[in-house]
T-cell receptor, first 114, second 113 residues
Framework: DVKVTQSSRYLVKRTGEKVFLECVQD?????MFWYRQDPGLGLRLIYF???????EKGDIPEGYSVSREKKERFSLILESASTNQTSMYLC?????????????FGPGTRLLVL | AQKVTQAQTEISVVEKEDVTLDCVYE???????LFWYKQPPSGELVFLIR??????QNEISGRYSWNFQKSTSSFNFTITASQVVDSAVYFC??????????FGTGTRLTVIP
């Protein structure tokens, strides 16, 4: 089974802090994704990566950056957290063996920025 | 541009009732993929089904069934004889850009015992 893990289930940070959210997958997947989920808005793509050290902006990249130094790990960074970044963050991974492979998700991190 | 509409924000049913969750999509692509995911209270999205645009056969898996109709751009999901464990938020998603997904806003299903 695919296993995607996220470093924290719940996180409380203060405005202006630098926040790191970590995601690790154990299936040797090439693609990794970061989403945020907000009530009434569904899931929105922040950034994705299709290879080590590669990254591409998703639909809402402002205020975020990412890092992928190893294939299995994809980090989301909030350089200076703001209250409007309070949200549920979900990481996913998928292979590239075919077109539009299934994405598998981690348990999510609920971030509260005070 | 891609668009996925799940018009039902919340649905409540009594246990053992059948329930259908609607999904309507828009895309200019001729080849595309559609997905359903389940998000139980624990928060993790669980993959349910993946269907490509060339395969319009309905699919049944236990109490779950999916009705894909290209003519109406719909990919509806039916749960037969619902159970309390089916209570969750269900998301429909459309694949684009080879590896990305565009999600609907989700339907929260509550099954009342």
């Amino acid at each position: 089974d695919v296993k995607v893990t996220q470093s924290s289930r719940y996180l409380v940070k203060r405005t202006g802090e630098k926040v790191f959210l970590e995601c690790v997958q154990d299936m040797d997947h090439e693609n990794m994704f970061w989403y945020r989920q907000d009530p009434g808005l569904g899931l929105r793509l922040i950034y994705f990566s299709y290879d080590v050290k590669m990254k591409e902006k998703g639909d809402i990249p402002e205020g975020y950056s990412v890092s992928r130094e190893k294939k299995e790990r994809f980090s989301l960074i909030l350089e200076s957290a703001s209250t409007n970044q309070t949200s549920m963050y979900l990481c996913a991974s998928s292979s590239t063996t075919g077109v539009q492979e299934t994405q598998y998700f981690g348990p999510g991190t609920r971030l509260l920025v005070l | 541009a891609q668009k996925v509409t799940q018009a039902q924000t919340e649905i409540s049913v009594v246990e053992k009732e059948d329930v259908t969750l609607d999904c309507v999509y828009e895309t200019r692509d001729t080849t595309y993929y559609l997905f359903w995911y389940k998000q139980p209270p624990s928060g993790e999205l669980v993959f349910l089904i993946r269907r490509n645009s060339f395969d319009e056969q309905n699919e049944i898996s236990g109490r779950y069934s999916w009705n894909f109709q290209k003519s109406t751009s719909s990919f509806n999901f039916t749960i037969t004889a619902s159970q309390v464990v089916d209570s969750a938020v269900y998301f429909c998603a459309l694949g684009y850009r080879a590896n990305n997904l565009f999600f609907g806003t989700g339907t929260r299903l509550t099954v009342i015992p």
